[in-house]
């Protein structure tokens, strides 16, 4: 698996994402997003993102979603602390950051903003706009209807009628932490991107993620995710999975009241991600240093939880110990600056291939680190 530079790679898939089409801005934007989204040790939201939009922008691929990567968003002030953003099929990352950044200035002048968005393509990880909001000293709530890519069953079923519809908090920590406490989660049993993820080493899905018309289980990811085998179970699985079927609904409700995108039939087209995206100040009601205060308590507090080797943490849960939601993503991020990025193998080959395709020459370094072979230079 090589090692590449963050710097090296932004610049590379800014190459990338300006070649296919996009103004030199959006691509700029793209490109950070997707690498972020590798730093932060979201390999599913990252850099392998670009080849599966490139090929849904020409309609194929599995669930694609609309991607004209010529198109840039619209913004609407609809009140003096609510707007809406026509992503016009946009990438989906440069209809967040103008998301955010509108839904900033709304709760930075008034106290709270509220911002609805339609027609995103994929909005990419909606923990990055989680983490911007809170940067800017803002409480963050998400509510995401995918409205395509269905994957997800209801209770007590194994059709796929509705996707993964994330939900996505912020809370500001005013230096009481190294970090924002950041909640990014599927209400699904795990998001797609760990499905996929087990694909290239033809890992087994855990039996508590999926299920069959006959209440087993789909072990095979490549099954899943490209035959359409099986469905994702609700947050709760097969316990109480109606908890999740409930926080997905109203997930997409949100989204698609604020987005105006809400799609019920099998023949419509999807218009991508619809969302409502909340800010508030949370110095309306209580004082910066209580804030930090609150947050590094409870910090303390968890960590001084026993813990036994014998309590699973779950399949899909990272480390061996307990940190606030966002906590692993800032120590990763500080790990892959120091050390380079880790490329999986079959990333690094398709973004190669699409390189060749869209015609980029890749600079040397990443050349370098990609392993190219001394004779294709």
């Known amino acids: 698996m090589p090692t590449v530079d963050a710097a090296d790679l932004e610049g590379f898939v800014t190459d990338l994402v300006r070649a296919t ?212 179970l609700p947050l709760g699985g097969r316990d109480s999975g109606y908890k999740g079927f409930g926080l997905a609904m109203i997930a997409e409700l949100f989204g698609s009241i604020a987005g105006d995108g809400l799609v019920v039939s099998e023949s419509e087209r999807s218009r991508g991600n619809a969302a409502m995206f909340v800010a508030a100040d949370p110095t309306l009601f209580t004082a910066e240093a209580a804030i930090a205060d609150r947050a590094a308590s409870l910090a303390a507090y968890i960590q001084e939880t026993a813990f036994s080797s014998d309590v699973p943490a779950g399949a899909a849960a990272v480390g061996d110990e307990a940190m606030l939601p966002g906590e692993i993503e800032y120590r990763t991020t500080a790990d892959r600056r120091r050390e380079g990025i880790p490329l999986p193998d079959a990333d690094a080959a398709e973004l190669m291939a699409l390189a060749v395709e869209l015609g980029v020459t890749p600079s040397e370094a990443i050349r370098d680190a990609l392993g190219y072979p001394a004779t294709d230079r």
Request: charged content about 25%; aromatic content about 6%; glycine content about 12%.
């Open 21 to 232: 089409g996009a103004d030199g801005d959006v691509a700029t934007q793209v490109a950070e997003s997707l690498v972020l989204a590798n730093l932060r040790g979201h390999e599913s939201h990252g850099v392998r993102r670009l080849p599966m939009y490139w090929a849904w922008s020409r309609n194929e691929g599995e669930a694609a979603l609309p991607v004209d990567p010529g198109a840039r968003p619209d913004l609407e002030r609809l009140a003096p602390t609510a707007a809406q953003v026509d992503g016009h099929s946009a990438y989906g990352q440069f209809v967040g950051r103008t998301a955010t950044d509108e839904l900033v200035d709304l709760a930075s002048d008034s106290g709270v903003g509220v911002v609805g968005i339609r027609d995103a393509s994929h909005l990419g990880r909606i923990g990055e706009w989680a983490e911007r909001v809170a940067d800017a000293d803002l409480l963050f709530g998400a509510f995401v209807g995918t409205q395509g890519g269905r994957l997800v069953a209801p209770p007590g079923s194994a059709e796929r009628r509705y996707s993964t519809n994330p939900l996505a908090f912020g809370v500001p920590t005013f230096d009481g932490l190294d970090h924002p406490v950041v909640l990014d989660m599927a209400t699904s049993q795990v998001a797609h991107g760990k499905v996929r993820e087990r694909i290239p080493e033809d890992e087994p899905l855990e039996t508590a993620w999926t299920v069959r018309d006959d209440g087993s289980a789909v072990t095979d990811a490549a099954s899943f995710t490209r035959e359409g085998a099986g469905a994702l």
